[in-house]
């Protein structure tokens, strides 16, 4: 896909609705990847490390429910991302539900 911004949420139906937003708004996603619900941490740092370090991505947009996802696990992947891998992206990060307020 041609856009600079990269999606990752927990859950494809997320993922897309995520994208025509964006899209109405005028951004242009890379492309997504849906974390799951119950996904594990390297997982989630393998997700985040791999568009932290893309050249092409100049956005990270992080948009997930926690229902099944702890969305405390997801803001500990996405600070031990950064600190691993110092790079001058933006990031847009929305937590809601299952431990979303200890989160931020």
Do not use: W
């Not at 609705?17 to 899209?23: F, G, I, N, Q, S």
């Not at 956005?59 to 891998?85: E, H, P, T, W």
Request: a negative charge.
């Amino acid at each position: 896909m041609p856009g600079n911004i990269a999606i990752v949420s927990n859950g494809a139906a997320l993922a897309m609705a995520t994208m025509d937003r964006l899209a109405v708004l005028g951004g242009e996603s890379s492309g997504f990847v849906d974390i799951g619900g119950k996904t594990f941490h390297e997982q989630i740092q393998i997700v985040l490390d791999m568009f932290l370090n893309d050249p092409d991505t100049e956005v990270i947009f992080l948009n997930c429910y926690g229902g099944m996802q702890d969305g405390s696990v997801v803001s500990a992947c996405l600070i031990d991302s950064i600190k691993r891998n110092v790079q001058n992206k933006h990031i847009v990060v929305r937590l809601k539900g299952l431990s979303a307020v200890s989160a931020n």
